[in-house]
C-alpha cells in the first residue's frame, strides 16, 4: 500500500522510467499496471489488428471448408478455422482489457472492422481460388504467422504473451495440417500437383508482404522500432522474412516445386536469402484494403453483422431483462 | 473353408441376410441426416450471430460430421463402397436424409450475400437433435451390436448439443417481439416438414421387425413429450401436425436445394477422378 502511494506521486517522466526499468529487466506488464499511452495504443492496435485478423483470416480457408474432399479432411479444417476464430475471440479479450480505461468493448472493434477503420494482415485479402490454396494457407501462411508470433512470445505485455502461447501451440497443428494436404498433392496426379504448383506461384509473393516492409522507407510508417523498444518483438521483419526462407525454401524445393523467383539463393558469404522483392506499391494498396479479395471478404462480414442484428439486440434484451 | 468361416466371426461385418437391407436402409438415413445437417452447418461459419456461437456451432457441426462419419463407415465395414464414396458421390435420388436437413440456411450463397436465418438454423437444430437423442436411445438397444456401439458413444455428445440449442431457443424466443415472431415462423417451417425427419421410411417395419430399432410412432411420441416442455417454457402451442411438405427424403424425394448441396461438397472430390486427398 505504502509503495502504491508512493508510486501514484511519481512524475510521469518517473513512472515512464521504472516501467521502462521493469520491461527491460524483463518483467511482465498486466492489464491493470501503469503504462505510458504510447504503449497502451500501440499494444491496442497490435492486438485489435491481430484478432480481426484471425476472424478475416478464417475466411478464405472457410471457402474450402463445405467443398474439402473427404470427410477426414471436412473434419481436419472444420477444426482448423474453429481454432483461428478462437484466437480471435482470445485476442478480443486481450485488446478489451486494454481498452478498458478509453471507455471502448469488442463492438467497437468490429465496427471498425467493418468501418475500414482498423485494417488486418495483408496476407488475408488475397484469393484462395483452389483446394490447394487452403493447403498452402495452412502450411505456408501459418508457418509464417508461427514465426511473427514466436517473435513476440516474451512480449513485455503479460495477457498478451500469454495468449500467444496458445495460440502457436494450436499454429504448430494448422501447419501439419496444411503440409499434410501439401504431400497428398506433391505426391498425387499430374493434375494435383499443377494446381499446388499455381497456388505457390499464386501465393509466393503474398508470403514476402507478410512479413511486412524492410523499413519505414517503403510505406512511410513502421510499428517495428516502437515495438521492439517496448520489447513487445526482438527480430525485425527482414529477420522475420530471412526465418522463413531458411526454414521452408528447402521444404518447397524438396517437393519438387519452384519457387516463382530465379533469383532465389541463399548466399553464403552474405549470410542470407537474396531474392526478388516484392511489389511493395501493390503492398500499399492492399493495406488500404484494395487488395483483390479486401472489399468482397469484408461485405461478406457486414453482410452476416446486418443480418444477425435482430439476434444480437434479442440478446441484450435479454441481457437487460435478467 | 473353416479358417475362413473363424476370420468371420471374429469380424461380425454381416447382418442376417435377410434383414441386411433393412440395416442398410436404416444407416443411409442416420448418415445422410447428420451429414447434410453438418454441411449445413458448416456453411454458417465466420457467419454466426457472435464470435462464441461461431467456436460453439463449428463444434457441433465437427462432431455431427463424425457421427456421419461412423455411420459411413458402418456401411463400409457392410461392403458397401468406401465411407468417402458414399458421403461424395451418391446422387440425390440415393440420399435418404430427411428433406428438412437439406433446406438451404437461407437465401444467398455461404460466400455471397449469405441472408442466413438464424431462427431457422435454431429451430431445424433444436427439433433434430431432441429427435436424434431419442432414435439414439433406441439404437444403443439395436439387434446390430456395432450399431449399438456407435449410437452409445454418439450419445455422449448429444446432451451438449441439446443444451446448446434449447438455450438459444427458449432465450429468443422470449426475447422481444421481433425475436419471437421470427422464431414462430422458423416453428411454423420447421414443423411444415419434421414429419419427415420422424419417419423411418417404406422399410421402417422391416427394420422394427430385425430389432434395429423401435416402432417410429414410439420414436414420435417420445420426440414429442421431448419438445413439449420448452413450448410450455416459452408459452407457444404446440405446431401440430408435422408434415413432409417438401416430400419424402426416406423415398428418395429431395429439393433443389440438395442438388446444389452435392454439387458444392463434392466440387474437389469429383475434380480429379480417383486421386487421393
Not at chain 1, 473427404?70 to 479479450?93: C, F, P
Not at chain 2, 455422449?156 to 426475447?175: C, D, K, R, S
Request: charged share 25%.
Amino acid at each position: 500500500m505504502a509503495a502504491m502511494m508512493t508510486f501514484t506521486r511519481l512524475s510521469d517522466e518517473e513512472k515512464y522510467e521504472r516501467f521502462m526499468q521493469r520491461i527491460e529487466a524483463g518483467e511482465k506488464i498486466e492489464a491493470d499496471d501503469w503504462m505510458p499511452d504510447e504503449y497502451r495504443v500501440t499494444l491496442i492496435k497490435l492486438i485489435a489488428m491481430h484478432a480481426v485478423s484471425e476472424i478475416m483470416g478464417a475466411l478464405p480457408e472457410k471457402e474450402w471448408v463445405p467443398k474439402a474432399p473427404s470427410l477426414r479432411r471436412k473434419l481436419g479444417i472444420m477444426a482448423k478455422v474453429q481454432d483461428e476464430m478462437g484466437h480471435g475471440q482470445l485476442l478480443l479479450r486481450v485488446a478489451e482489457d486494454l481498452m478498458a480505461p478509453l471507455g471502448k468493448t469488442r463492438e467497437d472493434i468490429i465496427e471498425d472492422l467493418l468501418n475500414e477503420r482498423l485494417k488486418f494482415h495483408n496476407v488475408f485479402h488475397m484469393p484462395a481460388p483452389t483446394w490447394a490454396d487452403a493447403g498452402l494457407i495452412g502450411w505456408l501462411v501459418d508457418g509464417a504467422a508461427i514465426m511473427t508470433q514466436t517473435n513476440m512470445l516474451d512480449a513485455s505485455y503479460g495477457p498478451y504473451a500469454r495468449a500467444l502461447k496458445r495460440i502457436c501451440a494450436e499454429e504448430v497443428f494448422h501447419a501439419q495440417h496444411g503440409e499434410s494436404i501439401i504431400l497428398a498433392l506433391a505426391e498425387g496426379t499430374k493434375e494435383q500437383k499443377e494446381m499446388l504448383q499455381e497456388a505457390l506461384n499464386r501465393w509466393w509473393e503474398a508470403l514476402l508482404m507478410f512479413f511486412g516492409p524492410p523499413t519505414a522507407d517503403t510505406t512511410g510508417t513502421s510499428k517495428q522500432d516502437i515495438t521492439i523498444k517496448y520489447r513487445i518483438r526482438t527480430k525485425t521483419n527482414e529477420q522475420l522474412r530471412q526465418d522463413f526462407f531458411t526454414k521452408y525454401v528447402p521444404r518447397i524445393w524438396a517437393l519438387g516445386l519452384e519457387i516463382p523467383d530465379e533469383t532465389m539463393h541463399f548466399d553464403k558469404e552474405k549470410g542470407q536469402w537474396i531474392y526478388r522483392q516484392p511489389d511493395w506499391e501493390r503492398f500499399k494498396e492492399i493495406i488500404r484494403n484494395n487488395g483483390p479479395k479486401s472489399q468482397e471478404r469484408l461485405e461478406l462480414r457486414r453482410t452476416a453483422y446486418k443480418q444477425n442484428a435482430w439476434v444480437r439486440a434479442a440478446l441484450s434484451a435479454v441481457r437487460t431483462a435478467g | 473353408m473353416e479358417r475362413r468361416d473363424s476370420a468371420m466371426s471374429e469380424k461380425p461385418i454381416h447382418f442376417h441376410p435377410d434383414g441386411q437391407e433393412a440395416l442398410v436402409e436404416l444407416l443411409f438415413q442416420l448418415a445422410d441426416d447428420d451429414f447434410l445437417l453438418a454441411y449445413r452447418g458448416s456453411e454458417w461459419l465466420g457467419l454466426a450471430p457472435h464470435i462464441e456461437e461461431d467456436i460453439a456451432f463449428s463444434s457441433i457441426s465437427q462432431d455431427t460430421m463424425g457421427h456421419a462419419a461412423m455411420y459411413y463407415q458402418l456401411l463400409e465395414d457392410l461392403g458397401c463402397g468406401s465411407a468417402d464414396e458414399l458421403a461424395h458421390a451418391r446422387p440425390a435420388s440415393a440420399r435418404r436424409n430427411a428433406v428438412l436437413l437439406e433446406r438451404v440456411n437461407g437465401p444467398g450463397h455461404y460466400l455471397r450475400e449469405p441472408r442466413y436465418d438464424w431462427a431457422f438454423t435454431v429451430v431445424r437444430h433444436y427439433f433434430y437433435t431432441q429427435a436424434k437423442r431419442v432414435r439414439l436411445e433406441s439404437l444403443t438397444k439395436s439387434s446390430y451390436a456395432p450399431l449399438a456401439e456407435v449410437a452409445a458413444k454418439i450419445q455422449v455428445e448429444l446432451h451438449y448439443h441439446l443444451l446448446h440449442w434449447h438455450t438459444w431457443f427458449v432465450q429468443l424466443t422470449n426475447a422481444h417481439l421481433e425475436a419471437r415472431t421470427r422464431m414462430t415462423k422458423a416453428i411454423q417451417d420447421v414443423a411444415a416438414d419434421f414429419a419427415g425427419v420422424l419417419t423411418l421410411g417404406a422399410k421402417g417395419a422391416d427394420m422394427v421387425r430385425w430389432g434395429l430399432i423401435d416402432d417410429e410412432k414410439v420414436l414420435t411420441e417420445r420426440t414429442i413429450a421431448a419438445l413439449a416442455p420448452a413450448f410450455a417454457e416459452v408459452g407457444l402451442d404446440w405446431p401440430m401436425p408435422f408434415g413432409m411438405k417438401h416430400g419424402n427424403g426416406r423415398n428418395g424425394e429431395h429439393t433443389p436445394d440438395l442438388d446444389e448441396a452435392l454439387a458444392t461438397l463434392s466440387e474437389v472430390y469429383r475434380a480429379v477422378p480417383h486421386a487421393i486427398w
